[in-house]
C-alpha cells in the first residue's frame, strides 16, 4: 500500500521555466512533509520542508504548498536551471508520535531541463 | 565536517555470504537509519535507530541485523545475503529527539550510498 505517491515518473521543462512536481498522499495522519533532490551515484539532499500546520513555505526557487484536505503537495522550482535536472522525492512522516522522523517516500519524479 | 559516510561504496557478493555495510555521522545526531533503493520503489526504511542504544524495525526488516555502536555509527549486517537483497544502501541521520514534538529536526542526512549486488 503505496502512502506517499508521485504519479509523475518523469517531467522536462524548458530552462528559465516553472517545473511544478506533485506528490499525493493516503494517510491523514502524516503532519510533516519533505522533498528530497537525488542526482545519480549520489544520495539524497534535503530541500524543502513544510510542516502541516502552513499551506505554503518558500525557499529561494522553491516553493511548497499544501493542501490537506486534498492530501496533496507539491513543489514549484521558479525559474527551472539546468542544475535542477535529477530525481525529485517527496516524503511524508508522522511526527505527534514522538519517535524518530521515520519517513514514507514516494518513487520519485525525474525532472530534466532542457536548454 | 564529512556529514554521514559510508563504506564500502561498492561491493558483490555470492549468495549466502554475509557482510556489514558502515555508516557513521559526525554531526552529533541522535537518530540514525538504514533505507534501501530499488528502482520504481523509492525508498524504503529498513531499521532505524531513535537514540543510542535503541533500535526498531522498520517497513523492510527481514534478513537484515543493525547494531548502533556509539551515537556516532550505525552499521547493517546481512547474515545470508540472497539476490533479492541487490540495491543501493542509504544510511541517514536526523536530530529527531523523542518527545520533542517541533517538528523541526525531521530532515533526514543522507550518505552518498551503498550499491550492493548479490550474485
Known amino acids: 500500500d503505496q502512502q506517499v505517491k508521485q504519479n509523475s515518473p518523469s517531467l522536462s521543462v524548458q530552462e528559465g521555466r516553472i517545473s511544478i512536481l506533485n506528490c499525493d498522499y493516503t494517510?491523514?495522519?502524516?503532519?510533516?512533509f519533505l522533498w528530497y533532490k537525488k542526482y545519480p551515484a549520489e544520495g539524497p539532499t534535503f530541500l524543502i520542508s513544510?510542516?502541516?500546520?502552513?499551506d505554503k513555505n518558500e525557499d529561494g526557487r522553491f516553493t511548497v504548498f499544501l493542501n490537506k484536505s486534498a492530501k496533496h503537495l507539491s513543489l514549484h522550482i521558479v525559474p527551472s536551471q539546468p542544475g535542477d535536472s535529477a530525481v525529485y522525492f517527496c516524503?511524508?512522516?508522522?511526527?505527534?508520535?514522538?519517535?524518530?522522523?521515520?519517513?514514507?517516500f514516494g518513487t520519485g519524479t525525474r525532472l530534466q531541463v532542457t536548454l | 565536517n564529512a556529514g554521514v559516510t559510508q563504506t564500502p561504496k561498492f561491493q558483490v557478493l555470492k549468495t549466502g555470504q554475509s557482510m556489514t555495510l558502515q555508516c557513521a555521522q559526525d554531526?552529533?545526531?541522535?537518530?540514525m537509519y538504514w533505507y534501501r533503493q530499488d528502482p520504481g520503489m523509492g525508498l524504503r526504511l529498513i531499521y532505524y535507530?531513535?537514540?543510542?542504544?535503541t533500535t526498531d524495525k522498520g517497513e523492510v526488516p527481514n534478513g537484515y541485523n543493525v547494531s548502533r555502536l556509539n551515537k556516532r555509527e550505525f552499521s547493517l549486517r546481512l547474515e545470508s545475503a540472497a539476490p533479492s537483497q541487490t540495491s543501493v544502501y542509504f544510511c541517514?541521520?536526523?536530530?529527531?529527539?523523542w518527545g520533542s514534538g517541533s517538528g523541526r529536526g525531521n530532515e533526514q542526512f543522507f550518505g552518498p550510498g551503498t550499491r550492493l549486488t548479490v550474485l
Open positions: 516524503a511524508a512522516s508522522l511526527w505527534w508520535t514522538g519517535t524518530a522522523s521515520k519517513l514514507t
Open positions: 535507530s531513535a537514540s543510542e542504544g
Open positions: 541517514a541521520s536526523s536530530e529527531a529527539r
Open positions: 554531526m552529533n545526531h541522535n537518530s
Open positions: 513544510i510542516s502541516s500546520i502552513k
Open positions: 494517510n491523514s495522519m502524516f503532519d510533516y
